[in-house]
């Protein structure tokens, strides 16, 4: 039975309103008990690891709810090992993994190999069934199936469904086994041969762009579907203000919807595409300034509910072409935290509301344990030493693609240890 204390960190837990200086005692996996940092650990007993964590951040471990992991199919791009140590190393215990691989997982075999990838990797992986089979938008998965195999959640991320009949069978479906429907609202008509946001920047740079109705008017639809049929709905990677005022009121109308944005989305602009940089394109584009307040606010007062980093591992040969050829999708999972660290330094989020996002926020929109520090609930914990530097070098990164826009920028903010069940998964001097 593993023993574990973490003394003297600053702890910071907004499911229990918790930010101070205390030592967490694990025993057997799971937090046993939390005290002020002045109690005494010199006497915790044979056996006892004790991890010293004065002047460091103590949260619980992140939760992403949107990754892609790319196995099976992708392996060139990343898999589910390297994909895992990627998100150990960015502080996160958990990872959703999305349904876009090759075969799509539409079925138990796919699902259940996806998991049996996953044993003794150092996060939990939990996979996200496909909506439709083949993601074609004809017709639906067998979502019991999929949920006994142990998918968590529905979605035929990268592909919207279309068909509003076919949506609406989906949510109903899906309800039936306490599974959200997570939608890609992308509008393919309105988006046309668009590759960033419509606006000047766009216009600038000669670029075709995509209006923000794209997102908009499947925003609309599928929460009035929510609404219609009293089921889960979950709006990925949020980008318009449109969006997120239609999230806000569909909420206070009592809809069943929740919500995600990205670190990229919370901190870039489109004029990140200023030089064609393909490590900024990505879907949904990177909208205006005036987009990126909305979001922001929208974390701010509860309409968003997390934080997930869309992480889209791509090779060099899909990245390095020319802007409108090039994959959509950035890297996340190692520089997610340090992203939104930056932020809390410049006032436009706090440390509390970030990592609310990150931990307790997705583990209460798909009902996952953990995301919290309780006793008795799952020691996944991360550990931060806020006041280090780093650079963000290519060849010092788990993901096997390196396509991030932070490149060679330095960040703030690194995951010193991460420990997942009373174990230390990720530990970086």
């Known amino acids: 039975m593993n023993r574990l204390v973490i003394k003297g960190g600053r702890v910071v837990d907004p499911a229990q309103n ?16 939390i005290k002020k940092a002045e109690a005494d650990t010199s006497e915790v007993g044979e056996g006892v690891d004790v991890v010293d964590a004065s002047g460091l951040l103590v949260v619980p471990g992140f939760i992403d709810a949107h990754v892609h992991l790319r196995e099976p199919g992708y392996e060139y791009k990343e ?3 390297t994909g895992s140590k990627a998100a150990a190393a960015g502080g996160f215990t958990g990872v959703m993994c999305m349904a876009n691989t090759r075969p799509v997982n539409d079925n138990e075999s796919v699902t259940k190999f996806i998991l049996k990838r996953a044993e003794g990797q150092p996060v939990k992986v939990y996979p ?22 142990g998918c968590v959640a529905v979605s035929d991320d990268g592909v919207p469904v279309v068909d509003p009949g076919l949506m609406r069978r989906a949510l109903e479906y899906s309800n039936s086994f306490n599974m959200p429907v997570i939608t890609h609202a992308e509008d393919k008509c309105l988006v046309g041969q668009g590759s960033m946001n419509e606006g000047f920047v766009a216009t600038r740079l000669g670029l075709k762009g995509i209006p923000n109705a ?16 009293g089921c889960r709905l979950h709006v990925a990677h949020v980008s318009t203000r449109g969006a997120v005022e239609l999230i806000r009121a569909a909420k206070a109308r009592g809809v069943k919807v929740t919500a995600e944005a990205t670190p990229h989305h919370l901190a870039l602009t489109d004029e990140a595409v200023a030089g064609y940089s393909t490590n900024a394109k990505m879907n949904p584009p990177l909208r205006a300034r005036e987009d990126v307040e909305a979001l922001r606010a929208g974390l701010k007062d509860g309409t968003i509910d997390c934080i997930a980093t869309d992480h889209a591992p ?30 809390v330094e410049e006032g436009a989020l706090t440390l509390t509301e970030v990592v609310r996002a990150m931990s307790n926020g997705p583990a209460r929109a798909f009902k996952l344990e953990g995301g919290r520090l309780s006793v008795g609930t ?22 096997k693609s390196k396509n991030s826009p932070w490149l ?9 240890k991460t420990i997942k069940g009373g174990a230390i998964v990720h530990s970086r001097g």
């Open 128 to 149: 996200v069934g496909a909506v439709t089979q083949g993601q074609k938008g004809e017709k639906l998965t067998e979502m019991g199936e999929l949920r006994a195999a």
């Open 408 to 416: 060679g920028k330095e960040l703030k903010g690194v995951c010193v």
């Open 18 to 33: 918790l930010d101070g200086f205390y030592n967490i005692y694990v025993m057997g996996g799971r937090v046993a008990s």
């Open 314 to 343: 791509h090779a060099s040969i899909e990245k390095d072409v020319e802007f409108d050829k090039a994959a959509n999708g950035i890297i996340g999972l190692e520089t997610a935290f340090s992203v939104l660290y930056g932020l």
């Open 79 to 81: 898999d589910i090992e």
């Open 378 to 399: 799952p020691a996944d914990i991360a550990i931060f030493d806020l006041e280090k530097k780093w650079i963000v070098e290519p060849g010092k990164l788990k993901s």
């Open 214 to 229: 794209a997102e908009d008017t499947m925003v609309a639809r599928d929460i009035s579907l929510a609404e219609l049929t």
